[in-house]
């Protein structure tokens, strides 16, 4: 039984806008470091790929006990966690959490390839928590990211 991926890549360097396109479509850069923590190897490169080639600095981790580990260990750099929800030996939520007690404010985006149904049915995440499905388009991903950042 194998798996599918489905990899949506634009198509040119320039930044996706029809024309006519108010200029708030272009994608806004960024310079921020954001922690990444996905255990499918294929995502996570392709996740870290469209975050560098933006501007950002990516810190990676393979699971949630990595994520931690990888936190305490560049504490005060990191601005950002895009982390999968379902990771092995610590799932995203759990990990955030422990990250939660260093630094209250830390910004988190979730991921996942699960409906945002059975995660909430499940109770792994709180409502209001912000989380995007996967596959996702570069262009969306990087818009969930701004705004998160640029919240105040």
Known sequence: SGCTFNVYL????????????????????????????????????????????????????????????????????????????IMPRKNGKDAYDEIRKRNRDIRILFSSGYTSDIIHRQGILDEGIDLIMKPVAPEALLIRIREILDRE
């Open 10 to 85: 634009p198509l040119t360097r320039k930044s996706a806008v029809n024309e006519g396109a108010s200029s708030s479509t272009v994608l806004k850069r960024g310079s921020e470091t954001i922690l990444l923590a996905e255990d499918d190897a294929a995502v996570r490169e392709l996740f870290k790929s469209v975050l560098q080639e933006n501007g950002y600095t990516v810190i990676e981790a393979v699971d949630g006990v990595d994520a931690v580990a990888q936190y305490i260990q560049n504490e005060g750099q990191i601005q950002m966690l895009l982390f999968d929800v």
